[in-house]
């Protein structure tokens, strides 16, 4: 497939994102974009273009086209991670617990007992609204790994251990968001069969 | 305020729902209710009129219009609950927490704080997974109250201590839903005063 065209500077709240972006909606007011740390296999998101902290920020037809993107997604994401549920949420607004600000819809595909090990299935907010779920810190260690990879020349993974590390997570992001498109692209190819 | 022309009929799942009701969009796909165990002072559930369990089962006009009413009510919670974030969100599917088989979305007006005597603020995800956010218990207990003062023949608060209670909780419910959609009147009217 040729590379996903992208709005220009396209950003999440403060951040470039490109690599992670599997999905631009039809209308190219919404993208999804793989988690760098997904609370559970699939765990996405999926956001308006303009970049806006809050939902009432939103037009009425970026409001309709977001969750009409989620819902699109979500077909996807069933097949493939096998979900028999999901859990979609929005912490709009900093005292929800928002860490950047734009908006985004966590889309989380669900089976039964997928979190039994980690104390129960509503653990899963616990660990969304915590450490092991703030996207913002995450995505500022990716920002900080991109420029010193930067400053230290190198474009292929460089540094100690710990960077490889993080460049390799980044790499796995890419290639999961570019099987992501593919696989969404099949169900569109198959929907549009059936009509 | 004339009541509200509901859609004949209308169900929350397999429950029905009336005085609950404070909001119909205009396009009479959405409504609005409010909670009988409200999880913070505002928590209101928004629902496609349609009763499906998934959200993947609306139409793109259903979803649309469900989450823009969200945000249209939004406005008027952020304002008379002095609400400086909100949680939304969804549990589609049973193993995603879901408790009564018809999309509902939470809206959860927030503040700094609102929930640290309970643990602090991601603890709200919790309290709606647990007993205490168990809608469909919920709904089935006023729902037994409700055949308990048919079977007596009795139309006012009637049986014991217990049931006396329930009952003026759905009166309390009432009158919330009539006061939030006065509220919401009242925004709609000064939006329009300035188009």
Redesign the interface.
């Known amino acids: 497939m040729p590379p996903l065209q992208l709005p220009p500077n396209l950003k999440f709240g403060p951040f470039s994102v490109t690599s992670q972006v599997f999905h631009l909606s039809p209308s190219r007011l919404s993208f999804g974009l793989v988690n760098l740390k997904p609370l559970l296999p699939g765990h996405i998101l999926v956001c308006p273009v303009r970049s806006v902290p809050r939902?009432?920020q939103?037009s009425?037809t970026e409001?309709?086209d977001?969750?009409?993107t989620?819902?699109h997604v979500?077909?996807t994401l069933?097949r493939v991670y096998r979900a028999?549920?999901?859990?979609?949420?929005?912490?709009?607004?900093?005292?929800?617990?928002?860490s950047v600000p734009h908006v985004h819809v966590h889309v989380?595909p669900?089976?039964?007992g997928?979190y039994d090990d980690r104390g129960g299935?509503?653990?899963?907010?616990?660990a969304?609204?915590?450490e092991e779920g703030d996207i913002g810190k995450a995505f500022l260690e990716m920002q900080r790994m991109r420029d010193q990879r930067l400053k230290d020349g190198t474009r292929d993974f460089a540094g100690g251990p710990d960077s490889d590390r993080k460049a390799r997570s980044e790499e796995e992001m890419k290639r999961e968001a570019e099987w992501l498109r593919s696989e969404i692209e099949k169900d569109r190819v198959e929907g549009e069969g059936e009509a």
Chains 1, 2 share one sequence.
Do not use: K
């Not at 028999?84 to 928002?98: E, H, I, K, L, P």
């Not at 299935?121 to 616990?126: H, K, L, T, V």
């Open positions: 939902l009432s939103l009425a409001t309709a977001l969750f009409n989620v819902r979500s077909r069933q028999t549920s999901f859990n979609f949420a929005v912490q709009d607004g900093v005292d929800a617990g928002q989380i669900r089976q039964n997928d299935g509503d653990r899963i907010y616990d969304m609204d915590g």
